[in-house]
């Protein structure tokens, strides 16, 4: 049961607030539709309506027009000397009332639906009706000095600015519209999952350290002092003080969870679950960018008994390079991100090509590339001089390039900011097509080759460079020497999407014996490390079934959905690019007696002497 109390002394004192444009504290009526709802077929329905004044406009002392907005749209209200002599909310009438307020007031007007003169009719759903205002009630009125009116997009302040008065920077249409569409995908996905027999089981967030990628968030604990304490009580003939039990004890954290990849894996070695997901919160101590903060929801997905290994093609039709079969296993992962991605998008005959490795370094310089422009990279190898070729061969490298046609160059060219020291820019001889003129610097080091490269004309634009023969991603030389005389080869998979990779995942390693190998021989951990994946070698070895798993960048993926450049807009309260909260005004410092607390203390200290 609730019960309902009603503070006497409390409401009285806030009655007699002096101020004439104080918040309503008393009862007012439900709206009966939203701004968003209303058009012509509501035409002479009364309507209670509550919302934000975003503009007005004074026709005259007994005219004025003024537009209510909530976060289903807009419509317009008129107020007239007549209409508004039975307002509610004070005898100076529904026109006195709203033209004295700040605009983003709070409001509530009840009104009758009318259509508008058909000089007077603008674009959109209430383009062509009004409310004619009977009654206005101010609920809460906006300071007069707002840092910035959120629905004047030509005057808005810099991003910066807005993220510390978020607040109102979310009032504005599109960022609101990006909030709704992406709770709308997250449930569209949910049920897509659910259908497919997922179940979504939450992981903890408080885990320990664990060598991975990126930095940790660290999470400080008093457990270390309660067992200290604890000690004391167990063992009370001790002659150890408490204070120097706790000095003796090393300060413990969590760690808070960069992915719920332990956690999961568990969770599927158990048998407990089969397909499991969640909309999983992760916190990585990155350096910022327009793609990244330091905490992220991203769609994480786990499933058992996944095929493993290469099956051949999927379709009838052999896919042409660049693009291939999909010959690694967990093909069932595929088939449910592509299945979470058709949802999303509603459109079920989204294809979703493949790209091997190789192929996408080669042909594209990235394990990403962009397939919007179609220019695809080249060896130039067998066309230089045979000493040239020589010299590369001895040292393992290859000369690859693309070219530009003339006429596009120019058009290019304002996209290329500058040109990387190691890249270098040929023009083909109107005359001569073997002979490239060098332009990207001024020691006129020209190129000769031994036949044209196929489809060059005049006046192109050739961008050449040397790289390693074999394809490398992050390998050292040592690593590449021992990767050859062990073969390892990984089922790893990526989605990506315009050149921007929005999911990534791997048929797991589900043999304990080759889980401890790979960490010892091929990872390079030490014991302590080790020690860390302690849970999942003991969940491998009890059993696990073969299993994989993907996750979605879902901030990144609803960006590119809503096409915004950067995920902050898709995010209600996001962090700037160096990882500062300017609206809650975090990270802060905190006291030194609540560090004492977790025994902790500042670096540096000021001791008086």
Known sequence: MFRLRRPQLGWALLQRRSSTLAAHLGPYKSRT??????????????????????QNRKISKKLAFFVLQDIHGQVQLLATSKSSQGSENSGNGALSVLGSLPLQSTVQVSGVVKRRLPSAVTPGKSGAIEVEIVNARM???ASEQLPFLPNDENNLPNEEFRLKHRHLDLRRRKLSSNLHKRSEISHKIRNYLHSKNFVEVETPMLLKSTPEGAREYLVPTRLSKIGAQNAM?????????????????????????????QPKQILISSGAVERYFQFARCFRDEDGRADRQPEFTQIDLEMAWVSWGGEGASGLNTPQRPFSDWRIGGREVRDTVEGIVRTALEDQNIEFPVMRYEDAMSLYGSDKPDLRWDKQIVNLTSHLSLDSQNQLADRGLVMEGFFVPGLDFKEKLQFLKEIPHDVKVYNTDASDLCHLKEISSGNGSDLRLLTPLPGTNPGDTIFTAIRPAVLEGGWTPLGRLRASLIPVRGQHYDLVLNGTEIAGGSVRVHDSGLQKYIFEHVLKLSLAEMERFSELVRALESGAPPHAGIAIGFDRFMAILCEESSIRNVVAFPKTAAGLDPLFKSPTSVALDVLELYGLQPKTTIRAS
């Not at 077929?41 to 309507?47: D, E, F, L, N, Y």
């Open 33 to 54: 539709h939203t701004c968003g709802e209303l058009d012509e077929t509501c035409v002479g329905q009364h309507v209670d309506l509550c919302g934000w004044v975003v």
């Open 139 to 141: 609920l809460n009125p």
């Open 233 to 261: 009580v167990t063992d009370p003939e001790s002659k150890q003080t408490s204070a120097s039990l706790e000095s003796q004890v090393e300060p413990m954290f969590y760690a808070l969870s960069q992915s719920p990849q």
